[in-house]
């Protein structure tokens, strides 16, 4: 028997995860709103996304887009993006980012990702 996942589902989670309307740049991966706000947080930048569609390798994914000229505001080496709502203070994705030392004062520039939600095997 084959195990199967209808569309809603995998959208559901996705428009949980990317109603965020912060999303920092971390020296380390954060577990709470506290850290991914603050305690690792060392740029920080409005998130904007793409409409959710099918994914690339199955189910269903939603983009984040590229942010450019991101002002540092701790100076550090990047290796996590978080994506937190602030209006309830959650911390509601996380994913490593490639490391990337940056300076206090400066700026970061940050490449497309996304989220995708497979489907069951």
């Known amino acids: 028997m084959a195990k199967r996942m ?6 559901a989670a996705l428009n949980f995860w990317t109603d965020a309307d912060k999303m920092t740049f971390c020296s380390a991966e954060p577990t709470t709103y506290a ?3 603050a305690t690792y947080a060392l740029a920080d930048a409005a998130p904007t996304y ?3 569609t099918d994914g690339t390798t199955s189910g ?3 983009g984040i887009q590229a942010k450019t000229a991101v002002p540092v505001d701790v100076a550090g080496t990047v290796n996590h993006v978080a994506l937190l ?3 309830d203070s959650t911390l509601r994705y996380v994913t490593p980012a490639p490391s990337q030392a940056i300076s206090a004062g400066g700026t970061l520039d940050s490449g497309a990702w ?3 939600v497979y ?3």
């Open 35 to 37: 850290q991914g706000n």
């Open 114 to 116: 996304a989220i995708e």
């Open 85 to 87: 709502k602030t209006g």
């Open 50 to 52: 793409d409409a959710i």
């Open 119 to 121: 489907d069951p095997s």
């Open 6 to 11: 209808n569309d809603g589902g995998a959208d």
């Open 60 to 62: 269903r994914k939603r």
